[in-house]
């Protein structure tokens, strides 16, 4: 199959020596025309991918600050429709990696043959179904990649040398690493579960490594940054927008903190201290309005279907 654009951006971070910084949202929170939008932002801020998140009406494995996001963008008017609509305005705009990040019922509603040609056609590089069962994959690898979009599944520190072999064989792009099981909160460490996990799949595929899970802060970057081609943040980012949604300043912010972000991988690579990142993290950074509240970091987020 083709390098999509996710291929792409990985090739020449590589070339660089680089680290990918993927960014998750809700799309349709707090509207869908506001979305692209903030995609934007996250672009300038320096986010090299973003996931589309697909809200869903029975969320059971999200935390609460990712089904409060969905909940929004229901009432809203968000759709796996709607997102795909998002994404083609995104799309307009910008070349950056589209991933549609969804559970499986959403998918299977609207059918893998016209999801597969309609997220082509609006500009989607990719799929991620967070409870689809890697063991029962066949059908579904087989239409995205018709329609040459990546595949990309999750693997956790409990998953059995079995699924990780299978997550290997069906991912494209990208594999999702998540770096711990259950639920966590802000923490000044990550799980020790994740270097081992890292090395796991290094043995079983070339693909690039993403690590995501509870990451939402610099220091967390600079650590996963030698150990991973890329790091997720999601639920840092969703209350972010949460705690901001009426602010017309949230563009900003969330530029701001994304930068911040992104600068844990150039501390993570030349030994800066992380002092002076942290001091800016509660007040938005540079640029951010004065008296504007923002994101803290270490949201409650759980697992998302892997096993």
Known sequence: MPETRIGRMFARLRERRRRALI??????????????????ALERGGADLIELGVPFS??????????????????????LRVVLEIAARIRSRSEIPLLLFTYLNPALRYGFEPLARDA????????????????????????MRRHRLDTVFLAAPTSTARRLEL?????????????????????AQ?????EPLVAAMRKI??????????????????????????????????????????NASLEIQLESFTRELKRGFDAGRSG?????????????????????SVSQPGQVERTKGVS
């Open 190 to 194: 990550l799980s020790e579960e994740v």
């Open 58 to 79: 029975d969320p059971i494995a999200d935390g609460p600050v990712i089904q409060r996001a969905g909940e929004r963008a229901l009432r809203a008017g968000a759709s």
């Open 120 to 143: 082509a056609d609006c500009g989607i590089d990719g799929c991620l179904l967070t409870d689809a069962s890697v063991e029962e994959a066949g059908e579904y690898v087989e239409v």
């Open 167 to 187: 997550v290997a064989r069906y991912s494209t792009g990208f594999v999702y690493l998540v770096s711990r099981a259950g639920v966590t909160g802000e923490r």
């Open 205 to 246: 595929t070339a693909l690039p490594l993403a690590v995501g899970f509870g990451v939402s802060r610099p220091e967390h970057l600079a650590e996963l940054g030698r150990l991973a081609d890329g790091v997720v943040v999601g639920s840092a980012l969703v209350s972010l927008i949460e705690r901001n949604r009426e």
């Open 272 to 292: 800066e201290p992380l002092s002076r990142i942290d001091a800016t993290e509660t007040t938005g950074g540079p640029g951010t309005p004065p008296g504007t």
């Open 23 to 40: 960014a998750y949202i809700m799309a349709g929170d707090p509207s869908p025309e506001r979305t692209p939008a903030l995609v934007e």
